[in-house]
């Protein structure tokens, strides 16, 4: 499977993103995200970026005020992971420009859709930028 | 900042973030949801454009964790939007808020299909997305062909096919089938050829869930995939865009040399060569440098690079090297690496032989045991756990018992069982086991699980040296002021069995051992007392000649407890002080506990089971499992004791007894589960957790009738739903009986189930629903479904069973089998041995009831689907009710009857306690479905109810039987019942059953509208004054 799911979560708790690649209820996300997000916010810098739940991994990273945290099956490279993030991150940097909070919040549609073209079924699918952004800008282009 | 292209949806979210608290943001989201519910009802349509925007709105609440429950339609609808935007939008807010299994999913796939065929390639990737996150078994069916087809298309550009790559493993994942081997592996051989990197990440991932399942069809990938890891070594041809902080594709290199780790193993040496020779330029050419991101990427390949090599089993030197570098790891300052380091370090214990080298680095790994991070704890301990033998042992176990006191909660568990997994495995010489496991006990009693003091009884019971000296130190353990309460357990359970061994040192007579014990009594708990009761029986009949002194003060002990409220102590008292009584005799009945038979550790169970999580193991993991479980003890299944299994008490129908050589276990899962799912394991995943648990539990000694009461006890608690439903799939001939362990074994079970095929639906509430009505689905899994349809005639009926074969392949070894309680007569026809694909077959059954009884027909029936056999039994709903006609009786008739059966055995009164509160009408209904016909106005008291049926069987003529249930509007718990029939078994077992039916019917098997056929209310012109009569009568 490798990747579960993926949240954007700032550091007062609130999901700004979420995207699950295994079928959980509503009542189970939160459960969830309230532990995990628990889990993370306490951690401090000298702290590794890996932090073990049930029988996953969290892989996470932040951000000024935002903490991306992506779960992983146990076998997964974790480092690979991490890096994953950050290629997220310089992806939203280039489209937004120096992203923030605020962009990922209200324009919700356009992280979805950037990472609809990084991740799908728990696989990564593509990893350049190019390609990444080329049906987003198609789009801006045409509306 | 720009906003979005939909205003709406931005005020939105912005109220949403203005929002100053919880409260006020539920009641923000609760007026949208109105709003957004009434805009999709209104009459005139929504244009695209509003739908997209309220579809967003939806998926938004959805995020922050409110319940979505309308509109599903509407994302749905809007994949089949002419534009871009909006279909984009329905894809994607489909994919976040249905799950596989939604029924608008269904509608939606003529649509998918018509995109993916189509030919706008912008289309055809939103739509492979999808079925690629969300597809289940039907898109696999009907969608399989097309998407291979994109995948391999040449005139496909790369934007689709690496989606088509992605999608096909999710199809494939939902049903294997759909791939089919020979031709495919050639095909995915061609794919791996790929320049474009995009398509190559995504056809690697396919690769790797391929091999996972069989490499042996895909060997000519194997050189491929060396080819890829080459190309991106040596940086040939690897676009700039691919490039990260300088290093070509990071996550290809890292997803290829996984795949590799699929393969056993590689005999070509040319390519073993080449690959070799780039696994050490990366095992030697990554430096540290300073910049995070590039550092992160470089060492990501090295890891896997690490494991690559690992799995290889390359030569001496290479994995030193490999040691090395791993021992430098987890030295670092940098935590990400030192979390890596001591992981890695764990992996390549279980492979390699390499352990002299690491325990060079165990001062190393002692000190992460302490950091500050609790991930890099865990690891330290995983490792030390790991490396541990019969050289280090000693060490490392006492470091873990002094970290024990300083380590925080959540890991305390894990590190108290991992030390007594240690202690016993390893154990120098059997007394210093002792003495870790007691200092396990005393630094974290709460973290102490049951299994770990009763493994430390069963070595002291079985080495005869040891006694002495546990004894003694339980003794010792008992003077400290404020002992844990397991301590206190263990303590009183060596104490009553070996402190007459101690008798001459100072402190240890029997009445000084006995006073120290009894001084805990007011601490403990219920479950402990009865242990404790078992001492003080087992010092009595150690201490001879008898002190007459101290038999007063234990028997008033004994007396006091005869009326205790917790059935477990009051019998113990009772049966001790009867026994105790006895003089001589006891010395026969309270003996020793003879020695345990040798058995794996349940310790060791636990923590093997705690492994197994993930469907696709890494070749690694499950060559480690395999060395595991050599080392293991040989298991011996038996019950500790051998002491029959009985029937739980909460077991909703009597199962009919087996001929005595039938299996054990067979009875023992029907009584558990209410039809078992049995699968057949090629390799048993041994689950023997009753032997453990309940072995030092029964403390009388040989089998008594103590033992047999406990045995019951631990059934009764299967009553447990959903518990009970796990329990239902156990591999055969296992003892699985502990609640306290169901997690446990879910994991092991869920495992199977994974592996096999699990049964859809309920098979406990299917049965149910047929007790009521009679035709509907028995059972049903993933390959076949049964149906059954039934006719009933007075004593006789005629049963069909449909079985249907879901697959497209046939369903072989078919089997059925009857076990026919005593009272029923039943001839089955014959059964073919094979179903064709998709085909139905249906086998008739008679039967014929001979006389009253509860029990139930079951239907053992199995199948071969692949290779995996499927074996299930069911009960056949064939129960009691069925014999019943619903008659409606006069007033007159009815006290008539009433009083001519005048008391026991021929009418039967029952107070009936922790009833299912019914309504009256309910229990009406319920009735009247289970053809008993409820007479209104018969009883004068409103609160109560009168019911009249007809029984027919063979060897009784038709019979009358007559039923008053009194209940209490205040305590819908209880009620009284009486049954009155013309025969003794009659009323007994009406009775029973209707008990049976009142105390735990399931929800699922509420009776629908109850509509009895003839059930009619008496004519009320016929009853002169019916209050007075019954009232007279009653």
């Not at chain 1, 532990?35 to 000024?64: G, M, T, W």
């Not at chain 2, 935590?335 to 060079?360: A, C, F, Q, W």
């Not at chain 2, 059964?831 to 998709?838: G, K, L, M």
Request: charged fraction near 20%.
């Amino acid at each position: 499977m490798g990747i579960r799911f993926i949240l954007m979560v700032n550091k007062q708790g609130q999901t700004r993103l979420a995207q699950y690649y295994e079928w959980l209820t509503l009542e189970e996300r939160r459960a969830l995200e309230g532990e995990i997000v628990r889990k993370c916010l306490a951690r401090n810098d000298q702290q590794c970026s890996f932090v073990e739940h049930r029988n996953y991994k969290i892989v996470y990273r932040r951000y000024a005020s935002l903490f991306f945290l992506v779960g992983v099956d146990n076998d997964e490279n974790e480092l690979a992971i991490l890096e994953f993030i950050h290629l997220l991150v310089e992806t939203m940097d280039r489209h937004f420009g120096n992203v923030c909070e605020l962009d990922i919040m209200f324009h919700l549609e356009k992280a979805h859709f950037m990472l609809e073209e990084m991740v799908m079924n728990g696989c990564i699918v593509e990893t350049s930028k190019c390609n990444i952004l080329s049906p987003i800008q198609l789009m801006d282009k045409t509306s | 900042m720009a906003l979005s292209g939909m205003r709406g949806l931005s005020v939105f979210i912005s109220d949403i973030r203005n929002c100053p608290n919880k409260e006020q943001e539920r009641l923000r989201v609760d007026k949208e949801l109105g709003n957004i519910r009434t805009r999709f009802k209104s009459e005139k349509g929504l244009t695209h454009y509003e739908k997209k925007k309220y579809v967003w709105k939806m998926l938004y609440i959805h995020m922050l964790g409110y319940d979505v429950d309308f509109g599903h339609m509407e994302a749905v609808s809007l994949i089949s939007a002419p534009k871009y935007p909006e279909k984009q939008v329905g894809y994607i807010v489909t994919s976040s808020l249905l799950n596989e299994n939604h029924d608008f999913l269904r509608l939606a796939i003529n649509t998918v299909r018509n995109d993916i065929i189509g030919r706008n390639e912008t289309f055809q990737c939103l739509a492979l997305t999808m079925v690629g996150n969300i597809g289940g078994r039907e898109f696999s069916e009907s969608l399989a062909p097309d998407v291979q087809k994109l995948l391999i298309s040449s005139s496909c550009r790369p934007l689709v096919r690496k989606k088509a790559a992605l999608c096909l493993l999710r199809l494939y994942r939902k049903n294997p089938d759909v791939v089919n081997i020979d031709g495919w592996a050639d095909r995915m051989a061609q794919l791996l050829d790929e320049r474009d990197l995009g398509v190559l990440t995504s056809s690697t991932s396919l690769l790797v869930a391929l091999v996972s399942n069989n490499h042996e069809a895909y060997w000519s990938c194997l050189p491929k995939c060396v080819k890829i890891l080459e190309r991106l070594a040596r940086n040939q041809d690897i676009p700039q865009e691919y490039t990260y902080y300088g290093i070509p594709s990071p996550w290809l290199q890292v997803k290829a040399m996984r795949a590799l780790q699929y393969f056993p193993t590689i005999e070509d040496p040319n390519i073993r060569r080449s690959l070799f020779e780039v696994l050490q330029r990366i095992l030697m050419g990554t430096d540290v440098v300073k910049n995070v991101n590039k550092n992160n990427a470089s060492h990501a390949v090295l890891f896997e690079a690490l494991a690559l090599v690992m799995h290889l089993d390359a030569e001496k030197e290479m994995m030193s090297q490999c040691v090395a570098l791993l021992g430098k790891f987890i030295a670092v300052r940098e935590p990400n690496i030192r979390y890596l380091g001591l992981e890695n370090m764990s992996r390549m214990l279980m492979v390699t032989d390499v352990h002299d080298s690491i325990k060079r680095h165990q001062a190393q790994i002692i000190t992460s045991l302490k950091d500050p991070d609790i991930s890099i704890r865990r690891r330290a301990l995983d490792l030390l756990y790991g490396m541990c033998d019969v050289s280090n042992a000693k060490d490392i176990v006492e470091e873990l018992l002094q970290y024990l006191s300083a380590a925080d909660f959540a890991m305390r568990e894990e590190l108290s069982l991992k030390a007594a997994i240690l202690a016993e495995k390893f154990a120098p010489d059997l007394s210093w086991y002792v003495d870790v496991i007691l200092q396990l006990i005393d630094k974290a009693g709460d973290f102490v699980s049951d299994d770990i003091w009763f493994r430390v009884v069963q070595f002291v019971t079985n080495n005869e040296d040891l006694q002495p000296y546990a004894a003694a130190k339980a003794r010792e353990y008992l003077d400290k002021p404020a002992i844990h309460e397991t301590m206190v357990k263990v303590s009183a359970y060596l104490l009553g069995e070996y402190s007459h061994l101690l008798a001459r040192r100072p402190g240890c007579s029997p009445k000084e051992i006995f006073s120290v014990i009894h001084e805990k009594l007011p601490t403990v708990s219920t479950t402990t007392i009865p242990i404790l009761l078992s001492t003080y029986a087992k010092i009595l009949m150690h201490t001879q000649p008898a002190d007459p002194e101290l038999q007063k003060i234990v028997w008033a002990i004994f007396n006091k407890y005869e009326s205790c409220i917790d059935v477990e102590i009051q019998q113990r008292a009772v049966e001790y002080f009867a026994l105790s009584k006895k003089g001589a005799a006891l010395m026969d009945i309270l003996a020793e506990m003879p020695k345990f038979p040798e058995r794996q550790s349940a310790l060791l169970k636990k923590a093997e089971d705690a492994e197994v999580d993930s469907a696709e193991q890494s070749a690694i993991k499950l060559r480690a499992q395999q060395q595991m479980s050599n080392a293991l003890v040989v298991t011996d299944q038996r019950p500790a004791n051998g002491a029959p299994q009985t029937v739980g008490e909460l077991s909703l129908v009597k199962i009919p007894s087996m001929s005595g050589d039938q299996h054990a276990s067979t009875d023992q899962g029907l009584s558990q589960a209410n039809g078992t799912l049995t699968t057949v394991d090629p390799q048993p995943a041994s689950v023997d957790l009753l032997g453990d648990l309940l072995g030092p539990l029964a403390i009388e000694g040989p089998p008594g009738a103590a033992v047999q009461f406990e045995l019951n006890a631990v059934s009764g608690l299967e009553g447990v739903p959903s518990s009970a439903d796990y329990a239902a799939i156990v591999p055969v001939g296992e003892q699985t009986n502990t609640v306290q362990l169901m997690n446990l074994l879910e994991h092991v079970l869920m495992y199977n189930a994974m592996l096999f095929k699990q049964p859809i639906g309920n098979i406990n509430e299917r049965f149910y629903a047929l007790c009521l009505k009679d035709s509907g689905v028995l059972y049903e899994d993933p390959n076949i479904q049964i149906g059954i349809k039934a006719e009933w005639r007075a004593h006789q009926g005629r049963l069909v069973l449909f079985l249907g074969n879901k697959n497209t392949s046939p369903l072989v070894s078919v089997q059925a089998l009857i076990l026919p309680p005593v009272h029923l007569k039943i001839e089955l026809s014959l059964v073919p041995e094979t179903i064709p694909p998709r085909a139905q077959v249906q086998c008739p059954l008679e039967l014929m009831n001979l006389h009253p009884s509860r029990d139930v027909a079951v239907l053992e029936f199995s199948y071969k689907f692949g290779t995996n056999m499927v074996n299930v039994k069911l009960r056949l709903p064939a129960v009691l009710n069925k014999f019943l006609q619903p008659i409606s009786v006069s007033a007159e008739e009815f006290f008539l009857q009433w009083r001519s059966l005048s008391g026991p055995p021929l009418k039967l009164q029952e107070v009936v306690r922790g009833v299912k509160p019914l309504s009256l009408t309910e229990m009406t209904s319920l009735f009247n479905s289970f053809r008993l016909t409820v007479c209104p106005g018969l009883d004068p008291n409103p609160n109560n109810l009168v019911a009249s049926t007809t029984f027919y069987s063979e060897s009784t003529r038709p019979m009358l039987c007559l039923i008053r249930i009194e209940t209490d509007p205040a305590d819908l718990t209880q009620l009284r019942m009486t049954v009155a029939s013309g025969d003794p078994t009659l009323t007994f077992e009406l009775k029973e059953f209707i008990k049976e039916q009142l105390v735990s019917i399931p929800t699922a098997s509420r009776p629908p509208a109850p509509a009895p056929p003839a059930a009619q209310p008496t004519n009320p012109a016929a009853l002169t004054d019916p209050g007075a009569l019954l009232a007279g009568l009653l």
